[in-house]
T-cell receptor, first 112, second 113 residues
Framework: GNSVTQMEGPVTLSEEAFLTINCTYTATGYPSLFWYVQYPGEGLQLLLKATKADDKGSNKGFEATYRKETTSFHLEKGSVQVSDSAVYFCALMSYNTDKLIFGTGTRLQVFP | SQTIHQWPATLVQPVGSPLSLECTVEGTSNPNLYWYRQAAGRGLQLLFYSVGIGQISSEVPQNLSASRPQDRQFILSSKKLLLSDSGFYLC????????????FGDGTRLSIL
């Protein structure tokens, strides 16, 4: 079946450090891929998405590239801020279903 | 623009009491609607989804039920809450199109005593 695997957290960084959160997936066909962010006590917000191979999603300085050859969708940011501290979820949606499959989430903690 | 509302934001209920959580969407028609539960420190579990009025699919057997009495209203219910029902409940909607994302509400934090 379809699944998403994320690196375990927490990821602890100093402000202005480079961020990578790894995400790999298993799916039949060509899924759409998403990153969501959850700030403390809040719901999930869509951060970025990519719908086909080699697409790059970007938003608020975050980027992720849909790599079909490695079945990956790693999240990156060149310089993190304290306000980026949150839980990040990678997710996929198969081409034939409207249901999201989530990874377990990765907590990011950024210190000044 | 589209918005999604969930209420209440927090709820404390005794074991064995009933539950009703409500979710409404504005600014779109015939959305897909979803209920998720997030246990403390864990990922999201899809509980129910609906593609139209009165159409509910259950993903896991449990103590909860869902209803969709109107196009943009989705209700999560229980007749008798269990301790294991504690968690953070999230409602989401999705528009048409295979690659459209789901959009989430702010959630309801449910504590069972």
């Amino acid at each position: 079946g379809n699944s998403v695997t994320q690196m375990e957290g927490p990821v602890t960084l100093s402000e202005e450090a480079f961020l990578t959160i790894n995400c790999t997936y298993t799916a039949t066909g060509y899924p759409s891929l998403f990153w969501y962010v959850q700030y403390p006590g809040e719901g999930l917000q869509l951060l970025l998405k990519a719908t086909k191979a080699d697409d790059k999603g970007s938003n608020k300085g975050f980027e992720a590239t849909y790599r079909k050859e490695t079945t990956s969708f790693h999240l990156e940011k060149g310089s993190v801020q304290v306000s980026d501290s949150a839980v990040y979820f990678c997710a996929l949606m198969s081409y034939n279903t409207d249901k999201l499959i989530f990874g377990t989430g990765t907590r990011l903690q950024v210190f000044p | 623009s589209q918005t999604i509302h969930q209420w209440p934001a927090t709820l404390v209920q005794p074991v064995g009491s009933p539950l009703s959580l409500e979710c409404t969407v504005e600014g779109t028609s015939n959305p897909n609607l979803y209920w998720y539960r997030q246990a403390a420190g864990r990922g999201l579990q899809l509980l129910f989804y609906s593609v139209g009025i009165g159409q509910i699919s259950s993903e896991v057997p449990q103590n909860l039920s869902a209803s969709r009495p109107q196009d943009r209203q989705f209700i999560l219910s229980s007749k008798k809450l269990l301790l294991s029902d504690s968690g953070f409940y999230l409602c989401a909607w999705k528009g048409g199109g295979a690659d459209q994302p789901q959009h989430f509400g702010d959630g309801t934090r449910l504590s069972i005593l």
